[in-house]
């Protein structure tokens, strides 16, 4: 077997996606780069809305295209790549809130839905109209049941496993979710 | 009307977590009740909001420089295996454990392996370009893979056996080899016992795919 020179910013032009991701599998930085614009709209996007923090949000994009480019050698292609690679998104950022929760234990307000929703009418009302803000501002499990549901397409039972949390629990954290949007919406 | 729909049925509704039934019941009941059908439209105005979310938000910035910086710095390479969605090869699953010894035993010959090819002249390789040597390693091993699967289930259980256990051992040292390599991502000696290890593991699956057919 012959030792392979993986080529840097010089590599032409890519073609296509499929094509790109093959180049990454065989350490193509040039072609990663080809990847990485095609779909940090959707990854960071993800992140945004559960990590509910612009900075956070910034650290996990960054975080999952480094973990997609350590692992995209696991990538068979029995899915769509954008698919694999939403999958890959959202474990990292389930990891990285585990860690924080972890951290965090004893610090982490327990959510009211009067409280929080007066909270975010009082303090911001510009943020009635604002869906993206106000998904942002719910408190982080019925933030991640919210946005794993309800805009990524995920089912309870999904998002549970996930999670590591019951299904009843994730149902739990979804209705209250829309709880505390409904009123801060409104 | 007193007898109001409850918000939970109404999520319930929402979700279409109700029998037929039920949901005939809820849907006359709106029919009817004026104050339940403004909540019930609100329920799904706020549905709807979300399915109308972008799927991307373009970030404020553009990190592919940071990105890039992380990848060549830390000179991570792309490796297979362990990743979402990729299942653990059979060999992998638990076996006695003899891999803690065994584990030394392989990383030793595969440490000697390197030694003995370092002593003669060797050409000068990068530990960039051993890394991408380890990525070619993985490829062959995934090309092997079904071939070898299905060689491996001709053998007489006995060799199975014990063709399984080398691979996990092999398996083993290298997990144990990257786990080394996370910390010092440039160490060459320790890419070279990686290479070696990816050598004794490819070999193992030609010779036993050549050896059953």
Redesign the interface.
């Known amino acids: 077997m012959s030792a392979h020179v993986p080529p840097t910013t010089d590599s032409p032009a890519v073609p296509d996606l499929p094509e790109a991701v093959r180049r990454v599998q065989r350490g193509d930085v040039a072609a990663f780069e080809v990847v990485y614009r095609a779909n940090v709209d959707r990854v960071y996007a993800l992140c945004l809305r559960m990590c509910g923090d612009s900075e956070a949000a910034r650290e996990r994009t960054q975080d999952v295209f480094i973990r997609c480019w350590e692992r995209i050698g696991s990538f068979r292609g029995e899915s769509a790549f954008s698919t694999w690679l939403h999958r890959v998104a959202v474990n990292v950022v389930l990891e990285a809130s585990r860690s924080t929760k972890r951290r965090l234990a004893r610090v982490e307000p327990t959510a009211d839905v009067d409280a929080i929703g007066g909270r975010m009418r009082e303090s911001s009302p510009e943020l009635r109209m604002d869906f993206e803000a106000a998904v942002r501002g719910l408190p982080p499990g019925a933030r991640r049941a919210y946005v794993l549901h309800e805009i990524e397409g995920y089912k309870h039972h999904e998002i549970a496993r996930l999670t590591g949390t019951a299904a009843g629990t994730v149902r739990a954290q979804l209705h209250r979710a829309r709880r505390l949007l409904m009123e801060a919406l409104s | 009307m007193t007898d109001h729909i409850s918000?939970?049925r109404l999520?319930d509704l929402?979700?279409e977590r109700l029998s037929a039934a039920e949901r005939h019941t809820i849907e006359e009941h709106l029919s009817a009740c004026g104050a339940c059908a403004d909540r019930w439209a609100?329920?799904v105005e706020?549905?709807d909001?979300?399915?109308r979310?972008?799927?991307?938000?373009?970030?404020?910035a553009d990190?592919?420089p940071?990105?890039?910086a992380?990848?060549?710095q830390r000179k991570?390479?792309?490796?297979?295996?362990?990743?979402?969605?990729?299942p653990r090869p059979w060999w992998t699953r638990p076996i006695p454990a003899i891999a803690a010894a065994a584990v030394l035993i392989v990383l030793t010959a595969a440490l000697t392996t390197w030694l003995t090819r370092q002593s003669s002249p060797p050409a000068p390789?990068t530990a960039?370009?051993?890394?991408?040597?380890v990525?070619?390693?993985?490829?062959?091993v995934?090309t092997l893979l079904g071939q070898f699967e299905a060689q491996w289930r001709r053998l007489p259980p006995a060799a199975q056996v014990e063709v399984a256990r080398n691979l996990m051992v092999v398996d083993s040292a290298i997990r144990e080899i990257r786990t080394v390599l996370q910390e010092e991502p440039g160490n060459e000696t320790l890419l070279g016992v990686l290479l070696a290890s990816y050598r004794q593991k490819v070999a193992l699956m030609e010779h036993v795919t050549q050896a059953a057919s």
Request: glycine share 16%; charged share 25%; aromatic share 8%.
């Open positions: 918000e939970d999520q929402l979700d609100a329920w706020l549905r909001r979300a399915s979310a972008p799927r991307g938000i373009t970030p404020p990190w592919w940071e990105i890039r992380a990848i060549e991570i390479v792309p490796m297979g295996g362990g990743g979402a969605g990729s390789v960039g370009a051993m890394a991408i040597q990525t070619e390693y993985e490829r062959t995934g």
